[in-house]
């Protein structure tokens, strides 16, 4: 179910104007850095955001959820359909392990405003280590 609405969740999000563009081989491995920079250059495209995909969940595997890292104002500017109250979009700014959660989850998950979670992810950090904080 994470993976069909991971796949399909850009078509129901995105308007006309909008292209989403990933690498051909798999949704984890990311684009080049300097695609960026290309893709601005093709006449129409005014705006490219990276986002990667992230997957892992929380406690324990069946509380699965899509987390795609972002930087946090580009992908505000390029998702107007993301309304935050402006006290909670300065505070994920200036908060580099921040995260925006939908509703559902937080209520799914027990959590609030301001609180501190580790998940767990089937690919690990250099050091072996598989928890992430945000």
Do not use: C
Not at 67 to 94: C, G, N, R, S, Y
Not at 113 to 123: A, E
Not at 129 to 134: C, F, L
């Amino acid at each position: 179910m994470q993976f069909r609405h991971a796949l399909s969740g850009g078509v129901e999000f995105a308007n006309a104007s909008r292209l989403i563009v990933r690498q051909k081989i798999s949704l984890i491995q990311p684009l080049p850095r300097s695609y960026k920079e290309r893709m601005l250059k093709i006449p129409g495209v005014v705006a490219a955001v990276h986002q990667t995909w992230f997957n892992g969940y929380y406690k324990e595997p069946k509380n699965l959820f899509m987390q795609t890292p972002v930087e946090a104002q580009e992908f505000l500017e390029m998702h107007p359909e993301i309304v935050l109250p402006e006290d909670q979009k300065q505070a994920w700014f200036k908060t580099r392990t921040g995260a925006i959660i939908g509703k559902k989850t937080v209520q799914r998950l027990g959590w609030k405003i301001g609180d501190r979670t580790f998940q767990t992810r089937s690919i690990g950090k250099l050091n072996g280590n598989m928890t992430w904080g945000i």
